[in-house]
């Protein structure tokens, strides 16, 4: 099914992400995962794209397993950098051949070594930004599939420009993909509700943006190293009040962390619920493949129960599948 839904509907939902996992066991025991959280009946699951096409046959079959067999409905993330046209042309023909109808068009980070010497430019003859990929994928599809693009609430930062992060200077090139052909927004990971407003209040004054809808990404705490590391790399702001909330003491103690995270989602959720200045469609989360955070915190929140049409109780299954 195509996303397109997201434009008119007021229904909430929520989406997941999800990885394709490098060995035959981790998908099995993945695709029980998804086939427990299909009761969350998310309106979409995202499938990851190794940057260079690196995992294209898992992501595939990944993909193809949850729309066909799981009749989920499927986004399949493509990221274009180090990359040509036969191997974009092949997942998409993969795509449409599974009933995918939404991509999510990205651009995917350089491997590092080209940040370095700067010669991004040589290995990635047929598109340098993710706009390219949106544009290419409507010139030869037309509207055969709903697009999805990326936004930063915290600003985009390069492997090259690590000092400058200010989300205004990615608003032309958002419009760029807008006007490619995109359809919706997922944004980054954050933590930091006053930021994301922000960059909404910014979205939503800018006329080629204000009618895209945008959901929220989000993603569950359930190790304090990972978590850092994450943030870290995603170059999300950490609030000192979420900060605060993770203690030396508590830090080496999964249980615990696991349990303040869901607290802190749940807070950020009930924020931007109450805050938006545009109603909140719906909550993506990156999964990370993990199953119990997201479970608890459905149990937890009232607005997450509302928007997966569930009530407390049933995500008990879940929670007590817990091998996270
Ligand atoms: P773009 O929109 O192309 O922007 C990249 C940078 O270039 C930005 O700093 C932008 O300001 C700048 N820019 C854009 N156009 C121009 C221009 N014309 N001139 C000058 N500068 C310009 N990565 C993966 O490898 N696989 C995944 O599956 C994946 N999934 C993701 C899902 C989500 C929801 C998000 C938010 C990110 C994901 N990423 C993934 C990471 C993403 O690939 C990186 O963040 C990447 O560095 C940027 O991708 P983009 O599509 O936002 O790029």
């Known amino acids: 099914e195509k996303l397109k839904q997201l434009k008119n509907s007021n229904e909430g939902f929520v989406s997941l992400e999800f ?8 998908l099995t025991n993945l695709l029980q995962r998804i086939e427990r959280l299909s009761v969350l009946k998310p309106l979409f699951v995202s499938i990851t794209w190794g940057a260079g096409g690196s995992t294209a046959e898992k992501s595939l079959e990944l993909a193809a397993y949850c729309q066909k067999e799981l009749n989920l409905t499927v986004c399949l993330h493509l990221t274009c950098t180090n990359t040509n046209k036969e191997i974009i042309d092949n997942a998409l023909a993969k795509a449409k051949e599974s009933g995918i109808r939404n991509i999510l068009a990205l651009r995917g980070d350089p491997p590092r070594a080209e940040v370095l010497d700067d010669s991004i430019g040589s290995l990635n003859k047929d598109f340098q930004y993710a706009a390219d990929l949106v544009r290419y994928i409507r010139h030869e599809h037309d509207d055969y599939f709903s697009i999805g693009v990326a936004a930063y609430p915290d600003g985009h930062v390069d492997g090259s420009d690590n ?39 910014k979205i939503l004054s800018t006329e080629s943006l204000a009618n895209i809808p945008m959901i929220p990404g989000l993603i569950p705490i359930n190790n304090y190293q990972l978590f850092k590391r994450v943030t870290k790399l995603s170059h999300a702001t950490i609030p000192k009040s979420v900060l ?31 805050r938006s200045n545009s109603p ?15 479970a608890k915190l459905v149990k937890k929140s009232p607005i997450l129960q509302e928007y997966t049409h569930i009530a407390a109780d049933d995500t008990n299954a879940i929670v007590a599948s817990e091998k996270d």
Do not use: C
Not at 172 to 185: N, Q, R, T
């Open 19 to 26: 990885f394709p996992p490098k060995t035959e066991s981790g």
């Open 244 to 274: 605060n909330r993770f203690p030396v003491s508590v830090q080496s103690d999964d249980r615990k962390v696991k349990e303040i995270g869901v607290e802190v989602l749940d807070e950020i959720i009930s924020d931007l619920y109450k």
């Open 163 to 201: 000092s400058f992060q200010d989300f205004e200077k990615d608003i032309p090139y958002l419009e760029e993909k807008v006007k490619a052909g995109a359809d919706f927004i997922i944004s980054q990971l954050f933590f930091d509700v006053d930021q994301y407003l922000k960059f909404e209040s």
């Open 280 to 294: 909140i469609k719906g909550f993506h989360f990156y999964s990370l493949n993990l199953e119990s955070s997201i």
